[in-house]
């Protein structure tokens, strides 16, 4: 894993930031930020250009939070943790990368490191063209439908478009369905 990969936090209790921030440093992750709110989150990105953001998505008031999502879904080299201690609804996670669960260990947590820090060292660069396939699951995935619903209207198996969502997220490098939505629409694959 290249360890200078640059993690900003977004988190309000400092008891949880320190204990993140601790289990890092251990693996000598580079913290190139702690903020307990967003609203300099723009800024920061700008000043301090992460690589990887953790973000706590109860911080966004259900009003901003569709903004933030296409502020965000605009970085796609950024991979967007969400640092969860509470229920939060799927609805609010799929716009996220991966998530951070307070019950983690901390192996556990060096492990997520670990395997998207080489994921984006394999896949630096890798921008392909999306196959005809890998386009109509797409704008069916942005429509909001489910991979099962993707599969009954394009009459393949569930674990086909599986493997075409994992292809599209590897060749655009977009890992949120708001990211992917903004790539659909300025890629003409909108209806």
């Given at each position: 894993m290249k360890k200078d990969l640059k993690i900003l936090i977004i988190e309000p209790s400092e008891i949880i930031t320190q204990g993140l921030v601790s289990i890092l440093k251990e693996q000598n992750f580079n913290i190139c930020g702690i903020e307990k709110n967003t609203t300099r989150l723009k800024s920061l990105l700008e000043e301090k250009k992460p690589d990887m953001l953790i973000v706590n998505p109860t911080l966004n008031a259900p009003d901003n939070r569709s903004s933030l999502y296409l502020f965000l879904a605009k970085q796609p080299s950024i991979t967007i943790f969400a640092l969860i201690y509470q229920y939060i609804p799927n609805s609010i996670l799929k716009n996220y990368s991966r998530s951070i669960d307070i019950h983690d260990s901390a192996e556990q947590i060096k492990s997520y490191f670990d395997e998207l820090g080489n994921k984006s060292e394999e896949n630096i660069n890798e921008n392909y063209e999306l196959t005809?396939?890998?386009?109509?699951?797409?704008?069916?995935?942005?429509?909001?439908?489910?991979?099962?619903?993707?599969?009954?209207?394009?009459?393949?198996?569930?674990?086909?478009?599986?493997?075409?969502?994992?292809?599209?997220?590897?060749?655009?490098?977009?890992?949120?369905?708001?990211?992917?939505?903004?790539?659909?629409?300025?890629n003409n694959l909108m209806e």
């Open positions: 005809t396939r890998e386009k109509d699951v797409l704008t069916l995935l942005v429509k909001g439908l489910l991979n099962k619903e993707i599969a009954d209207k394009l009459n393949i198996s569930i674990h086909t478009v599986i493997t075409h969502r994992k292809n599209i997220v590897r060749k655009t490098g977009i890992k949120t369905v708001a990211g992917l939505t903004i790539y659909a629409m300025l």
